[in-house]
């Protein structure tokens, strides 16, 4: 009997293409993300003193209690947040499978997504897989930048979730407080639901602030904690990177 794929379009990744190829040619792999250094051994220490501490249990499902406050410390201490860490903060094995279980937990079929592309390439086919649309806007090179009235134009009742990436891979471009306030407004008044995938948060250079999406000065945008629960007019969720 053969099985049919639900995702029959997708092939190997452009990582797996792009590793074999250097491997194959010993040429410098610029394509995926391997440090060329070896771990802080002052991680690897607290790791093994956490072994040999008998951490060794399933962690609660939200992730364990004490990182949880952790995270939600650091989070106020960079943007003057104040998210609760029991009821606001999910810690994941990783930003994939926070993106995949989001998604899935929020997109249906017929409901549309807005994608920037060239994208990270776990968004589309985890939109897929819920018989939902993507909708790609491309970013164009040199600069890599959103033009919002490409955004406008393409938002409509059916459009579900706005995915952002910033900084993004692979175009290395950021997010400026302007399009932050572009995203706030063309999203206020909507359920849309906002993805902010931030894993490279701190990689940034030349002086440039990361303008996360949960940055007190768009709090605007933000209005969740201001609504009353039944009517929240603007979702963000934000993935972190871990
Ligand atoms: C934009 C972006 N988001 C998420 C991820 C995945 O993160 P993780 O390795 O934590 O699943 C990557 C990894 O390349 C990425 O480039």
């Not at 051994?41 to 956490?50: E, Q």
């Not at 017929?110 to 790609?136: H, M, N, R, W």
């Not at 910033?166 to 906002?194: C, Y």
């Amino acid at each position: 009997m053969q099985h049919i794929s639900k995702l029959p379009n997708v092939g190997t990744t452009i990582f797996s293409i792009m590793s074999a190829l250097a491997n194959q040619h010993n040429a410098l792999n610029l394509s995926q993300g391997f440090p060329n250094f070896s771990s802080d051994k002052k991680l690897m220490d607290l790791v093994n003193k956490a072994m040999h501490s008998g951490y060794n249990q399933y962690a609660p499902m939200p992730g364990n209690t004490e990182l949880r406050e952790r995270i939600a410390n650091k989070y106020d201490l960079l943007y003057s947040t104040s998210y609760h860490p029991e009821t606001e903060i999910t810690v994941t094995a990783g930003a994939t499978q926070a993106i995949f279980t989001i998604i899935s937990a929020f997109v249906k079929q017929e409901d549309e997504v807005i994608i920037f592309k060239p994208a990270y390439d776990c968004y589309q086919p985890a939109i897929e897989l819920q018989g939902a649309k993507t909708i790609s806007i491309p970013l164009d090179a040199p600069n890599y930048g959103v033009d919002w009235n490409i955004v406008k134009e393409k938002t409509n009742p059916k459009t579900k979730m706005i995915i952002i990436n910033t900084p993004q891979n692979p175009g290395g471009s950021i997010f400026s407080e302007a399009d932050m306030l572009k995203l706030q407004e063309l999203t206020k008044d909507t359920n849309i639901i906002v993805l902010s995938d931030e894993v490279y948060e701190h990689i940034i250079f030349d002086g440039e602030k990361h303008q996360s999406a949960c940055a007190a000065d768009i709090d605007i945008i933000m209005p969740k904690k201001k609504a009353p629960e039944h009517k929240i007019p603007f979702t963000l969720i934000n993935l972190y990177p871990n």
